[in-house]
């Protein structure tokens, strides 16, 4: 077992950890943060250790970067935030669970230019199970208002996607994998990719919803819905998944973006989810 005993810092820092080392293949990772801390934990190379629990009374949050892989369970407990900060994808052999209170999300792009590096990507051998109090949240990452990202059209107008607004559809109904268009005041929603060879269990919230319009002087648009792509052994759970459309204000000049697209492939023909998709 290797503890985290450094406070903000490098994953690859080897004083960092106790017994002190940069955790390997056959390490069992363990971060916990006392009440009032909240330790940022950077992955920014490519990294595989054999389990990973991150916990406490405090906030700690575990920035991937580089591919990051765990070749058994993993569980993110409390306050927790997991955040994706590229496209590489976190590999999990065994089973995730997200206990109730965190969050699994990316890091907000700084500008349209950084829209593209960013996007939520899990894959889950065993079991994947969100309990109730937690969200996957890529809401309003996608395209920047009146900006074009990886396809997505510019507009003045409402953000289109799945649902068409000021612009035509786009994206692929079956594996969508593109971002929510932006309005001309609002982005679009970001783009969510859960799998797992199991059971997943959601609970909790996954939302890649666009955002709402803001006044620029010119226009109250608001961006069109995300992304959001599961493939599964069996879907269960009574959490919602939201790929909505930005909303309006009930002023004249006010349009709400168009809806985005969600897809769910299931490998057995058993319908067990109570939830709400939208």
């Not at 009440?35 to 054999?50: G, L, M, Q, S, W």
């Not at 070749?71 to 976190?90: C, F, L, P, Y």
């Not at 999990?92 to 699994?104: A, K, M, N, P």
Request: net charge negative; aromatic share 8%; hydrophobic share 35%.
């Amino acid at each position: 077992v290797r503890l985290w005993k450094g406070g903000t810092g490098n994953f690859d820092t080897p004083s960092a950890w106790s017994p002190e080392g940069v955790p390997g293949e056959t390490d069992v990772v363990q971060v916990y943060a006392l009440v009032n801390e909240a330790p940022k934990i950077t992955i920014r190379d490519a990294r595989t250790v054999a389990e990973l629990v991150v916990s406490g009374a405090g906030s700690p949050t575990l920035i991937v970067t580089g591919p990051f892989h765990v070749t058994g369970d993993a569980e993110i407990v409390g306050k927790t935030t997991v955040q994706m900060n590229s496209r590489n994808t976190w590999t999990v052999d065994g089973d995730l669970t997200f206990r109730t209170g965190s969050t699994l999300t990316q890091t907000t792009p700084a500008s349209n230019a950084d829209v593209a590096k960013y996007c939520i990507s899990v894959d889950v051998g065993g079991d994947f199970t969100m309990e109730p109090g937690t969200v996957v949240n890529a809401e309003a990452m996608g395209a920047f208002a009146k900006a074009s990202v990886g396809g997505t059209p510019a507009s003045w107008g409402a953000g289109s996607h799945g649902g068409r607004a000021d612009y035509a559809s786009y994206d692929s109904i079956l594996a969508p994998v593109m971002y929510g268009g932006c309005g001309g005041g609002a982005k679009g929603g970001g783009v969510i990719r859960l799998a797992c060879g199991g059971t997943m269990r959601l609970d909790g919230l996954v939302n890649a919803d666009g955002g709402k319009n803001t006044s620029d002087g010119k226009s109250d648009y608001s961006g069109a819905g995300g992304s959001i792509w599961l493939t599964c052994g069996l879907l269960t759970g009574s959490g919602t998944v939201s790929a909505r459309g930005g909303g309006w204000d009930c002023s004249a000049s006010s349009y709400a973006g168009a809806g985005g697209r969600i897809s769910v492939w299931q490998e057995q023909d058993e319908d067990a989810v109570t939830g709400i998709f939208a």
